[in-house]
Every structure is written in C-alpha cells, then in structure tokens.
C-alpha cells in the first residue's frame, strides 16, 4: 500500500540553525512529490513539488527539497530558520496516473511539527 | 494567484444539529473540489471529491448521509455535516484546483466543535 512517512513528530531548531524535515515514501513507481506547510488553524500552503528532472528542487519562503529514488525520499531543507518557519509541515504523495481530476488523492504523512527557539 | 475561501473559520454547534461549511475559488472556476478532514495530530485524510453538477464521490468510509456534499457552482462547493456528533468535531479543509494540472490550494479550514 502506499505510505508517507515522516519519521519526526516534532523538531526544535535554533533560530538561524539549518533545518532539514524527513520524508519517506513507499510506492510502487515514482510518485509525484509536494511538501505543504500549516500554520496554526490554517489551511496549507504549498511549498514546492517534484515530478521529474532535476531532483533537488526549489520552493517558497528559501525551502529546497532533494529527491533520492534510491533511498525514496523527499527532505525538506532551509539553510537557516527563521522565527515565522514554526508551523507544522507535511510531505504527500500522489501518483501519476492519479494527478489531475482527481489529484484530491493526495497521500500525507502525519506531519512534522516544527519548533523555533530564539 | 488561485484563492480558496472556506467558511466558518470556527463554529460550535449542539448535538443533533447540522452545519453547512463552504468552500469557494474565489478567482478561478473549480469542476473539482475536494474536502479533507484532520484529526489533531494526524494527517489530513481526504473524504471526497466534489464533482460540479454530478454526485460526490465518497473514499471509503466515509458516510454519504452524514457528510452531504453540494457542488452547485463552478465557485462553490459546501459540507454539510448532518445530525453531528461529539466524534464529528474535526478540522475540516476544502481545496481546489484551477486547471487539472496545477497543484491544490487549500483553504483555511473550520474548526467544527460539536458539544
């Protein structure tokens, strides 16, 4: 069955620190790949997405995550973290053939909830 | 860029009532919404698929005649829990995409608290 998993529940970083939120998968082929953020009592932004090509991509707010097929994973990285990075982030999955009307399907993980200290 | 517009943010209701959420693309046209629900600490599951002009489509498990879903418009699409219990209180998102290919914006949210 397909599966995300996000093996940290919660991370505390310092405020400037680099951040790196681990995302599994487990899936048949290579699924498309997104990583949202959730503010408290909000909906989700999107962040960045990989489909294909070049595996280290770019995001919003100075976000990049890395695709590795071999080890079927997606890690969101920042280089330093700042005070309004804390929020609760979620890596999903959907795949290919699923994208598109009914791209609904998405897959999350439980999250990673996010800490900054000062 | 795409805006999704989810209201109530925040409702409370009585044991036995029903509450309407809606979900509206606020400056794109949406054949298809979706409605999620996120219990605390846990991912957002996906409920159903809100078809403009046709029938929801259910995931398994989820109970057609208590979540009614209404997509009457190419703006709006609303949730309607019936009847609603304690165990109904969730976080309730809705989201929608412009086009097919294009990634889903979320809205806000509600926060259903049924007493």
């Known amino acids: 069955a397909q599966s995300v998993t996000q093996p940290d529940i919660h991370i505390t970083v310092s405020e400037g620190a680099s951040l790196e939120l681990r995302c599994n998968y487990s899936y048949g082929a290579t699924p498309y790949l997104f990583w949202y953020v959730q503010s408290p009592g909000q909906g989700l932004q999107l962040l960045l997405k990989?489909?294909?090509?070049?595996?280290l991509v770019q995001g919003i707010k100075g976000f990049e995550a890395e695709f590795k097929r071999s080890q079927s994973s997606f890690n969101l990285r920042k280089p330093s973290v700042h005070w309004s990075d804390a929020a609760e982030y979620f890596c999903a999955v959907v795949s290919p053939m699923n994208y598109g009307g009914s791209q609904g399907n998405l897959i999350f993980g439980k999250g990673t909830k996010l800490s900054v200290k000062p | 860029g795409a805006v999704v517009s989810q209201h109530p943010s925040r409702v409370i209701c009585k044991s036995g009532t029903s509450v309407k959420i809606e979900c509206r693309s606020l400056?794109?046209?949406?054949?298809?919404m979706f409605w999620y629900r996120q219990f605390p600490k846990q991912s957002l599951m996906l409920m159903a698929t809100?078809?403009?002009?046709?029938?929801?489509?259910?995931e398994q498990g989820v109970e057609k005649d208590k979540f009614l879903i209404n997509h009457a418009s190419l703006t709006l699409s609303t949730l309607t829990v019936t009847s609603a219990h304690p165990e109904d209180s969730s976080f309730y998102i809705c989201?929608?995409?412009?086009?097919?290919?294009?990634?889903?914006?979320f809205g806000n949210g509600t926060r259903l608290t049924v007493t």
């Open positions: 400056d794109f046209q949406a054949t298809t």
């Open positions: 989201s929608a995409t412009p086009i097919d290919s294009s990634p889903l914006h």
């Open positions: 809100s078809n403009e002009g046709s029938k929801a489509t259910y």
């Open positions: 990989y489909f294909s090509g070049d595996t």
